[in-house]
RNA sequence: GGUCGGUUGGCCGAGCGGUUAGGCAGAGGUCUGCAAAACCUCGUACAGCGGUUCGAAUCCGCUACCGACCUCCA
């Protein structure tokens, strides 16, 4: 087995991946908070964490992968001056149960991971169905003299925990001298908080607040960071293998919930963090504000101003990976118009390789030799934190061999019938199974088309045997014109969509 | 202001001290009835200035610019 390395962010190094139990991991990511449609950006640190779960299953791991979605606790402003849980006020303004916003959203959100084809997560908890947990933990933390409670509402101890030489701080690189600092200058005000690098934990509902909770302490609701230390543990321990999230997550609330987890259960949560970054679009970050930001919807119809046409999910997602998921991506028209154009490629060679026939049995070949590496590396790549694009570089090195094996650029009796056999379960099912990719175009219209298509494809041959250029040509031009291409190669004619 | 990250050829994007990334676009060629597709070859890029080193896109320092977080955000 290859060994697989990942760059941990608590670390800020690559490091040799060891799992806590032999074989099996357990992989927690920070799902979406559903009070909005999704946004794209969401999509794309899902899709990272979608290859990165696939691709641990494709080494032979068994994963528990648990993405959770928070519809409670995700505050507007601030915990001291009048906040207001988003949920809620969302439901306020469109004047919904929260629960209908909730499972707008959620579902919004769900259908989007289809499209883009991630594979669910094994368990996808909510924040509301595990109040009791959470309760638990803020006792918990009470009883371990982490946490104090003000007038109802209960908040971490940042100080306390600093005090007992716990790191706060740890992944984000805060400096604690700073926080403190802060926090004195803080403690001129009238806020509930002691310091103001303290979090809430529980929330003390307002009477008008439409999402309420009975607890030992007032009838409120869940701190946002709880729900994820809460629902981490329960399905995955105290003490689990690898967390994830957006960069934009490590601070505050994954430090918060290193701070909860240590606090309550007496560990860090996770051994290795992973964060991906973001996507930005025209070299900006997105923002709606800043009149710079494009949904899914918007990105498949080609409805915006900032693209010249649609893109289909398939394509946005193949543009994502061929970016490292570390790296910040910038989305730009001419860069998925050049996306569109490999990804067909890709595509394309999936059903040239299907025909490819072998015909060596001796010894291996250079030829062989060389796919043989490629394919390997192919994999080694991925066990180097992930790095997609590596992987699909050489991908499209052994994506020339085909195509050169499948126009006699290359002599098919240099390929040997092991190697082909294994270049034809590896290679569609790497693309498939761990990058996730898959032809876009409906299935259902294939059919016909295709046995049209070789009907045509059938007159055409006629036409050309009896050189009658006249008719062969109009019909290859009437396809082009309906984006139909023809490709004639040795063994006949294909065709593509193109 | 603080913390962290980035600046690679026309565009996107790997790269982690010495070896071709790759995709798209462009040029030339092979193949072809012509064309397309496919294949082959090519451009000689690493923000600037210093330093370390036999050797730096890769390490260190400074400068410039960009971005993220510090407040809701993947």
Same mark, same amino acid.
């Not at 700073?178 to 009238?190: A, N, P, V, W, Y």
């Not at 180097?384 to 085909?402: G, Q, R, W």
């Given at each position: 087995m290859h060994q697989l390395f990942v760059y941990n962010s608590l670390s800020r190094t690559r490091e040799e991946f060891q799992p806590i139990h032999e074989g099996k991991i357990g992989m927690y990511v920070c799902g979406p908070t559903v009070y909005s449609d999704v946004h794209l950006g969401n999509c794309r640190t899902f899709t990272s964490f979608d290859v990165i779960y696939r691709f641990l299953k494709y080494m032979g791991y068994k994963v528990r992968y648990v993405r959770n979605i928070t519809d409670v606790g995700h505050l507007v402003g601030d915990a001291d001056t009048g906040a207001e849980d988003k949920i809620s006020r969302k439901a306020r303004l469109d004047q919904l149960e929260p629960m209908e916003v909730v499972q707008r959203y959620a579902n919004g959100f769900q259908e989007m991971m289809n499209i883009f084809n991630l594979l669910p997560p094994d368990i996808e908890p909510r924040a509301t169905g595990h109040i009791i947990e959470q309760i638990e933990m803020i006792q918990s933390l009470l009883d371990r003299g982490y946490?104090?409670?003000? +007038? =109802?509402s209960v908040y971490f101890d940042t100080p306390k925990y600093i005090s007992r030489d716990h790191e706060y701080g740890i992944l984000s690189g805060r400096v604690v001298e700073? &926080?403190?600092?802060?926090?004195? #200058? #803080?403690?001129?005000?009238?806020a509930e908080k002691n310091h103001s690098s303290d979090f809430a934990l529980w929330i003390k509902a307002e009477p008008t607040h439409l999402m309420r909770w009975p607890s030992p302490w007032s009838v409120g609701f869940p701190g946002w960071h709880l729900e994820c230390s809460a629902m981490s543990t329960?399905?995955?321990?105290?003490?689990?293998?690898?967390? %994830? %999230?957006?960069?934009?997550?490590?601070?505050?609330?994954?430090? $918060?919930?290193?701070?909860? $987890?240590?606090?309550?259960?007496?560990?860090?949560?996770?051994?290795?963090?992973?964060? !991906? +970054?973001?996507?930005? &679009? +025209? =070299?900006?970050?997105?923002? /709606?504000?800043? #009149?710079?930001?494009?949904?899914?919807?918007?990105?498949? !119809? %080609?409805?915006?101003?900032?693209?010249?046409? =649609? *893109?289909?999910?398939?394509?946005?997602?193949? *543009?994502? &990976?061929q970016a490292h998921y570390r790296s910040t991506l910038d989305l730009t028209d001419e860069a998925l118009i050049a996306a569109e154009k490999g990804?067909?490629?890709?595509?394309?060679?999936? /059903?040239?390789?299907?025909?490819?026939?072998?015909? $060596? !049995?001796? #010894?291996?070949?250079?030829l062989d030799q060389e796919i043989v590496s490629l394919m390997?590396?192919?994999?080694?790549?991925?066990?180097?934190?992930?790095? !997609?694009? /590596?992987?699909?570089? /050489?991908?499209?090195?052994?994506?020339?061999?085909? $195509?050169?094996l499948g126009g006699r650029q290359l002599d098919p009796k240099d390929l040997h019938k092991d190697t082909l056999m294994r270049l034809q379960t590896f290679f569609p099912s790497f693309i498939g199974e761990v990058l996730g990719l898959k032809d876009d175009s409906s299935d259902q219209d294939q059919q016909l088309v295709g046995g049209l298509m070789e009907l045509i494809i059938e007159l055409r041959k006629n036409a050309r045997e009896h050189k009658d250029w006249g008719t062969a040509d109009k019909i290859r031009d009437t396809l082009t014109a309906l984006s139909i291409q023809l490709k004639d190669g040795k063994d006949g004619t294909s065709w593509a969509k193109s």
């Open positions: 946490a104090y409670e003000k +007038n =109802g700073e &926080l403190m600092q802060e926090s004195r #200058d #803080d403690l001129k005000g009238q329960k399905y995955l321990g105290t003490h689990f293998d690898i967390h %994830g %999230g957006g960069t934009d997550l490590k601070f505050p609330h994954h430090e $918060n919930e290193i701070a909860q $987890n240590v606090g309550a259960c007496g560990e860090a949560p996770a051994n290795y963090w992973l964060h !991906t +970054n973001m996507l930005l &679009l +025209n =070299g900006r970050k997105m923002s /709606k504000s800043e #009149d710079n930001s494009v949904t899914p919807q918007q990105l498949f !119809t %080609g409805d915006s101003k900032h693209f010249s046409k =649609g *893109f289909s999910p398939m394509v946005v997602r193949f *543009f994502m &990976l990804y067909k490629r890709l595509m394309e060679v999936l /059903k040239t390789l299907e025909t490819l026939q072998a015909e $060596n !049995t001796g #010894d291996l070949s250079d390997d590396g192919v994999i080694d790549d991925m066990a180097d934190d992930f790095n !997609t694009p /590596k992987a699909l570089a /050489k991908l499209f090195e052994l994506t020339s061999k085909i $195509n050169a």
